[in-house]
């Protein structure tokens, strides 16, 4: 992967080919779901884009010959934002639960390092409710993500999933609910700092010091249980009504997982994880490797009950929905040789050209391939054989047809395949299914 500006990425033509294929793969599998395609405008109101709360990474967007102009306009950061502004403005011309997978880069202004940029491809799915939408719709997209991994052969994860209910109803009645979104934020720092320097942020937080073993007793379950013991734990915990609504949702949703066939040792209940501090309201979830550290999540998302009201609008679209990371996760795919690259070109064949003045035959059989549904390349620069199936071999095609003036007039051509070294006679007037399986099948 080159970089022209730091944090803005340029894949060289095989590993652009990978990445499309990848890309391909996830949209059949959320296809094969009932989601649909959907893309909005890169470009955003800045108020919008700034519902979510103050951004300093946003790129404003103004033009250059007008440098007094306002930047009332930005380029998007997420796509979960144009996804709650595209709702409110059409939601009378949308079936719900509306379903939805948009796959397109997003641009954030911060500081380029391993595994961040900042033009990146965000790849999401959500389902929209129109005033409620039922706690099953979560186990749908967490499964759904961690089949799109396996899919993907990604090795050795773990989905981390927690409860936000969770989180504020034991946290509230120990800090305060004047002082409980920098207690999340500290539990969401938990991984990147100290035990001692976690403790001593939030006893300043705690309204009684001593509740700091309550915060341990939460904290420190064994997250290699089994889930059932770990929800019993949970359970036999303290709690307020909401501590307690979020246990229920957790048990209801992992119950959910387990019966469309989602084995425990792809997820993990982690009391500890806070992701999504200003908008997500219950389920919250994220994928990381087991054995690659420094990567981040791969993928995450959860439930938010109030995302569309930040907007202006008085009417609730409750939605659940995840992002998988993969202008992260598949150059990594690549580097570890779980993704294949060696092809430099979409073409299947080569037409070669032996006589140039025959090249508008030449031109006609590789419409007849394309007719037939074979991605077909055709070698019009004035060069010998041997340099042709060098092009096509450094291409990565893996085959090449083969005709001269004579084997053109008699309706027939060489089909050659460069990894085995073997090769048919081929019918031209008329290219059968036969072909498209010699080349297929390899």
Not at 5 to 13: A, K
Not at 283 to 310: A, P
Request: with cysteine; proline share 3%.
């Amino acid at each position: 992967m080159k970089t022209n500006i730091s944090g803005f990425p340029e894949f060289l033509p095989n590993e652009q080919i990978a990445f499309n294929k990848v890309v391909g793969r996830i949209s059949e599998r959320f296809e094969s779901y009932g989601f649909v395609p959907m893309d909005t405008s890169a470009v955003e109101r800045v108020e919008t884009l700034l519902s979510k709360g103050n951004d300093n990474e946003i790129y404003g967007l103004y033009r250059l010959a007008d440098e007094n102009s306002k930047k009332d306009l930005g380029l998007r950061f997420d796509l979960t934002v144009p996804l709650a502004r595209y709702v409110s403005q059409n939601s009378e011309d949308l079936i719900f639960p509306f379903r939805r997978y948009h796959i397109a880069p997003v641009w954030r202004g911060e500081r380029p390092q391993y595994g961040r940029y900042r033009q990146f491809y965000q790849c999401d799915i959500d389902i929209i409710g129109d005033g409620d939408l039922s706690l099953e719709h979560d186990a749908e997209i967490i499964s759904l993500v961690i089949k799109v991994l396996l899919d993907l052969r990604v090795p050795s994860f773990h989905t981390h999933i927690n409860n936000r209910k969770i989180l504020s109803g034991f946290l509230t009645p120990l800090v305060g609910a004047q002082n409980l979104v920098e207690a999340v934020k500290l539990v969401d720092k938990i991984e990147k700092i100290s035990v001692e320097q976690f403790e001593t942020e939030m006893q300043k937080l705690l309204i009684d010091s001593q509740s700091m073993q309550d915060i341990r007793n939460l904290f420190e379950q064994k997250q290699n249980l089994p889930v059932e013991s770990l929800l019993i734990n949970l359970k036999s915990i303290a709690g307020n009504e909401e501590f307690s609504q979020g246990i229920k949702e957790l048990e209801t949703l992992m119950q959910t997982l387990k019966r469309v066939g989602i084995d425990d040792r792809y997820i993990k209940i982690n009391p500890r994880l806070a992701r999504g501090l200003t908008y997500y309201t219950g389920t919250i979830f994220e994928t990381l490797f087991d054995d690659i550290k420094g990567m981040g999540s791969i993928s995450g998302g959860g439930r938010y009950d109030n995302l569309t009201l930040t907007l202006g609008n008085s009417k609730k679209y409750p939605g659940v929905g995840a992002t998988i990371g993969i202008s992260r996760l598949i150059p990594k795919l690549i580097e570890m040789e779980l993704v294949d690259i060696y092809k430099k070109s979409t073409a299947d064949v080569l037409i070669t050209v032996q006589d140039r003045s025959l090249i508008s035959s030449y031109m006609r059989l590789a419409d007849k391939f394309r007719n037939l549904g074979v991605k077909t390349e055709i070698y019009l620069q004035d060069k010998p054989l041997g340099a042709q199936l060098t092009y096509a071999n450094k291409k990565g095609i893996d085959f090449v047809v083969i005709a001269n003036e004579l084997e053109l007039l008699e309706g027939k051509a060489i089909l050659r395949n460069l990894m085995t070294r073997q090769q048919e006679i081929i019918r031209t007037e008329f290219l059968s299914s036969e072909v498209k399986d010699m080349i297929f099948k390899k």
